[in-house]
Nanobody, 115 residues
Protein backbone atom coordinates (compact mmCIF):
# COMPACT_ATOMS: atom_id res chain seq x y z
CA UNK A 1 0.00 0.00 0.00
CA UNK A 2 1.50 3.30 -1.09
CA UNK A 3 1.56 6.00 1.54
CA UNK A 4 2.47 9.64 1.47
CA UNK A 5 5.43 10.77 3.55
CA UNK A 6 5.55 14.30 4.94
CA UNK A 7 8.63 16.14 6.17
CA UNK A 8 9.57 19.64 7.25
CA UNK A 9 7.50 20.18 10.36
CA UNK A 10 8.91 21.52 13.59
CA UNK A 11 8.93 24.31 16.14
CA UNK A 12 9.16 27.91 15.00
CA UNK A 13 8.55 31.30 16.54
CA UNK A 14 5.64 33.45 15.43
CA UNK A 15 6.54 35.30 12.26
CA UNK A 16 8.85 32.55 11.10
CA UNK A 17 8.66 30.19 8.14
CA UNK A 18 8.57 26.48 7.46
CA UNK A 19 8.41 24.44 4.28
CA UNK A 20 6.59 21.13 4.25
CA UNK A 21 7.19 18.45 1.64
CA UNK A 22 5.25 15.33 0.79
CA UNK A 23 5.97 12.48 -1.60
CA UNK A 24 4.66 8.94 -2.12
CA UNK A 25 6.54 6.04 -0.58
CA UNK A 26 6.23 4.15 -3.88
CA UNK A 27 4.96 4.51 -7.40
CA UNK A 28 1.73 6.43 -7.69
CA UNK A 29 0.42 7.34 -11.13
CA UNK A 30 -2.33 9.64 -12.27
CA UNK A 31 -2.43 11.99 -9.28
CA UNK A 32 -5.03 14.68 -9.86
CA UNK A 33 -5.47 16.82 -6.78
CA UNK A 34 -2.87 17.20 -4.06
CA UNK A 35 -3.69 18.96 -0.84
CA UNK A 36 -2.61 19.91 2.64
CA UNK A 37 -4.91 19.55 5.64
CA UNK A 38 -4.36 20.34 9.30
CA UNK A 39 -5.87 19.13 12.53
CA UNK A 40 -5.71 20.21 16.15
CA UNK A 41 -6.69 17.90 19.01
CA UNK A 42 -10.43 17.62 19.45
CA UNK A 43 -11.28 19.21 16.13
CA UNK A 44 -11.92 17.94 12.63
CA UNK A 45 -9.29 17.85 9.95
CA UNK A 46 -9.63 20.94 7.75
CA UNK A 47 -8.28 21.65 4.30
CA UNK A 48 -5.58 24.30 4.11
CA UNK A 49 -4.69 24.37 0.41
CA UNK A 50 -5.20 22.36 -2.76
CA UNK A 51 -3.53 22.20 -6.15
CA UNK A 52 -4.68 20.30 -9.20
CA UNK A 53 -2.65 18.81 -12.04
CA UNK A 54 -2.87 22.10 -14.00
CA UNK A 55 -1.44 24.04 -11.09
CA UNK A 56 -4.65 25.75 -10.06
CA UNK A 57 -4.57 26.47 -6.34
CA UNK A 58 -7.09 27.18 -3.62
CA UNK A 59 -6.53 28.30 -0.05
CA UNK A 60 -8.55 28.62 3.10
CA UNK A 61 -9.02 32.31 3.90
CA UNK A 62 -6.91 32.19 7.07
CA UNK A 63 -3.70 31.35 5.16
CA UNK A 64 -4.14 33.39 1.99
CA UNK A 65 -1.13 35.61 1.38
CA UNK A 66 0.99 33.62 3.86
CA UNK A 67 1.05 30.03 2.57
CA UNK A 68 1.92 28.81 -0.92
CA UNK A 69 1.20 25.32 -2.22
CA UNK A 70 3.17 23.98 -5.16
CA UNK A 71 3.90 20.64 -6.76
CA UNK A 72 6.49 18.87 -8.85
CA UNK A 73 4.55 16.55 -11.13
CA UNK A 74 7.67 14.68 -12.23
CA UNK A 75 8.39 13.75 -8.63
CA UNK A 76 4.75 13.52 -7.46
CA UNK A 77 5.77 15.86 -4.68
CA UNK A 78 3.71 18.61 -3.10
CA UNK A 79 5.08 21.45 -1.00
CA UNK A 80 3.62 23.95 1.42
CA UNK A 81 5.65 27.10 2.02
CA UNK A 82 4.38 28.69 5.22
CA UNK A 83 5.43 32.26 5.98
CA UNK A 84 4.48 34.69 8.72
CA UNK A 85 3.38 31.80 10.89
CA UNK A 86 0.98 32.44 13.75
CA UNK A 87 0.36 30.45 16.95
CA UNK A 88 -3.07 29.52 15.56
CA UNK A 89 -1.30 27.68 12.72
CA UNK A 90 -0.15 25.10 15.27
CA UNK A 91 -1.49 21.72 14.18
CA UNK A 92 -0.62 18.38 12.69
CA UNK A 93 -0.37 18.88 8.94
CA UNK A 94 -1.35 16.07 6.58
CA UNK A 95 -0.85 15.82 2.87
CA UNK A 96 -3.22 13.96 0.61
CA UNK A 97 -3.42 13.00 -3.03
CA UNK A 98 -6.32 11.87 -5.16
CA UNK A 99 -5.88 9.22 -7.81
CA UNK A 100 -9.15 8.72 -9.70
CA UNK A 101 -11.57 8.18 -6.82
CA UNK A 102 -9.09 7.18 -4.15
CA UNK A 103 -7.52 9.50 -1.60
CA UNK A 104 -4.10 8.70 -0.18
CA UNK A 105 -2.92 10.20 3.10
CA UNK A 106 0.28 10.79 4.98
CA UNK A 107 0.87 10.18 8.67
CA UNK A 108 1.13 13.87 9.46
CA UNK A 109 3.85 16.22 10.62
CA UNK A 110 3.62 18.46 13.68
CA UNK A 111 3.94 22.21 13.24
CA UNK A 112 4.19 24.24 16.43
CA UNK A 113 4.32 28.02 16.40
CA UNK A 114 5.33 29.68 19.65
CA UNK A 115 4.24 33.18 20.58
Amino acid sequence: QVQLVESGGGLVQAGGSLRLSCAPSGSLFGINIMAWYRQVPGKQRDVVATIDSAGITNYVDSVKGRFTISRDNAKNTVYLQMNTLKPEDTAVYYCSARVVGTWYWGQGTQVTVSS
